[in-house]
T-cell receptor, first 116, second 116 residues
Framework: AQSVSQHNHHVILSEAASLELGCNYS??????LFWYVQYPGQHLQLLLK??????LVKGIKGFEAEFIKSKFSFNLRKPSVQWSDTAEYFC??????????????FGTGTRLQVTL | KAGVTQTPRYLIKTRGQQVTLSCSPI?????VSWYQQTPGQGLQFLFE???????NKGNFPGRFSGRQFSNSRSEMNVSTLELGDSALYLC???????????????FGQGTRLTVV
């Protein structure tokens, strides 16, 4: 069975600071990788996704993530955070070959708090 | 186009009762998955339905069940409610057909169930 680890549980940054959230997964086969964001009171929204190809993927709102296969990692980055980025961030994996995009294994989430 | 709709948004039930939650997926999506989100366990996969059949299942007791109708709408039922079933239940909608491995899941706002 696959598992996902997010090492940062709660991160506090000042506006304009750079962000990097770690995500490591454990799975013997090929996976699709995702970052979802949950703003307070809102539903989970897809930030970005990686299926194949260029390991550096760009998502919405200036976020990007890099897939490093040898490290089983998919870290999320943003050069300059804004107060509106305050939210909870979830890394998730979906094994290939299951025939579905909806059998996701999530990390425990990282709560990001951006201060003015 | 309309997103994933879950009803009701909030529920309060008593221990021992049963509850039914509803999810309407995005038009054209045939896969519906259910997740339980709690502060302690995070987001956990319950099951996935595709074309009215349960296709994948997580590690939850048999008290948790679901079904899918011909219009892809899905219901989740929890019988003999326990205090520990208090959680946010999320529904995810995805394409589900051929090539589904290269698509993503879209989430509803969830149903917050409180068991007292």
């Amino acid at each position: 069975a696959q598992s996902v680890s997010q090492h940062n549980h709660h991160v506090i940054l000042s506006e304009a600071a750079s962000l990097e959230l770690g995500c490591n997964y454990s799975y013997g086969g090929t996976v699709n990788l995702f970052w979802y964001v949950q703003y307070p009171g809102q539903h989970l929204q897809l930030l970005l996704k990686y299926f194949s190809g260029d390991p550096l993927v760009k998502g919405i709102k200036g976020f990007e993530a890099e897939f490093i296969k040898s490290k089983f990692s998919f870290n999320l980055r943003k050069p300059s955070v804004q107060w509106s980025d305050t939210a909870e961030y979830f890394c998730a994996v979906n094994p290939r070959g299951t025939g579905t995009a909806s059998k996701l294994t999530f990390g425990t989430g990282t709560r990001l708090q951006v201060t003015l | 186009k309309a997103g994933v709709t879950q009803t009701p948004r909030y529920l309060i039930k008593t221990r021992g009762q049963q509850v039914t939650l509803s999810c309407s997926p995005i038009s054209g999506h045939r896969s519906v998955s259910w997740y339980q989100q709690t502060p302690g366990q995070g987001l956990q996969f319950l099951f996935e339905y595709f074309s009215e059949t349960q296709r994948n299942k997580g590690n939850f007791p048999g008290r948790f069940s679901g079904r899918q109708f011909s219009n892809s709408r899905s219901e989740m039922n929890v019988s003999t409610l326990e205090l520990g079933d208090s959680a946010l239940y999320l529904c995810a909608s995805s394409f589900g057909g051929f090539g589904a491995d290269h698509t993503e899941a879209f989430f509803g706002q969830g149903t917050r169930l409180t068991v007292v």
